[in-house]
């Protein structure tokens, strides 16, 4: 081989080589900026999860309240006709709308790290107070409405005793207990649903069948002044010398109370 066709293969296997390396370089890179990006994305995945976990649970609980909120202002009393549950008004309970709109604009020009914003930790913190504010509002309704339903129906457990020697009225009796027994269960806590709350009103009117069935051992007026004070409350006519005469008697006339509205 002439000195001129060596030369030729070196050069022609030197430029192989440069290819070769230029084609790995260029394959290296390429990998190494999709590993940076999928580092980048899982930086902001992990991120957002935590924004996420942040805020899921009291998001998950003011949903929660707002729910039964909702759903008692449909419920009205059947006096006044009113929702049992006053509106929760944003001016004198809070908004934490502005607070929203804060995280929201920092979210577009910092996404990834929002969750070391402030903005999100003041919309964490409005979150969670927003939905203690409308437990403690709901719930006070919801047991001040419960009471006014238990008071229809509520017997002085005193007076059983009355009826422990009559066969009849065990029955009775026990039906009633048993009644009671699920009402209170069943409105222990917030209703969640339509169904739970007329369940509640269901045993309601139940017990209010069951307590005139318990044929109480007093006289007839004697036992109107007690579901009178069992309710809304008796009034002075009520008192009459027979009821009296039976309280000094039976009972202790010294525990009731009658006031002036």
């Known amino acids: 081989m002439s000195e001129v066709s060596i030369s030729e293969v070196k050069i022609s296997s030197a430029s192989e080589e440069i290819s070769v390396f230029a084609r790995r370089s260029g394959e290296f890179k390429t990998r190494l900026e999709r590993h940076q990006q999928l580092e980048k994305a899982q930086e902001i995945r992990n991120s957002l999860l935590q924004v996420a976990q942040k805020i899921d649970a009291p998001a998950k609980k003011l949903a929660q309240i707002l729910t039964s909120y909702l759903l008692l202002r449909q419920v009205c009393d059947s006096e006044s006709g009113n929702p049992i549950v006053g509106l929760f008004d944003r001016e004198t309970f809070g908004n934490p ?3 929203l709109t804060a995280f929201l604009q920092q979210y577009g020009t910092r996404t990834y790290d929002v969750a070391q914003a402030q903005e999100f930790g003041l919309l964490v913190l409005e979150i969670e107070r927003l939905a203690s504010t409308l437990n403690e509002h709901t719930s006070t309704a919801w047991r001040e409405y419960i009471r006014t339903l238990k008071a229809q129906w509520e017997v002085d457990q005193r007076l059983f005793s009355n009826l422990a020697h009559q066969e009849g009225q065990r029955k009775v009796q026990q039906r009633y207990c048993d009644l009671v027994a699920q009402f209170t269960n069943s409105s222990r806590g917030l209703p969640k649903t339509a169904d739970e709350v007329e369940s509640i009103i269901d045993l309601h009117e139940q017990l209010c069948h069951q307590r005139d069935a318990l044929k109480l051992d007093v ?12 309710g809304q409350g008796a009034t002075l006519d009520m008192l009459t010398p027979n009821v009296l005469s039976w309280l000094t008697e039976e009972d202790d006339p010294t525990r009731y109370r009658i006031r002036r509205l």
């Open 219 to 230: 006289p007839e007026e004697v036992n109107l002044f007690f579901k009178a004070v069992s």
């Open 97 to 99: 709308q502005a607070l």
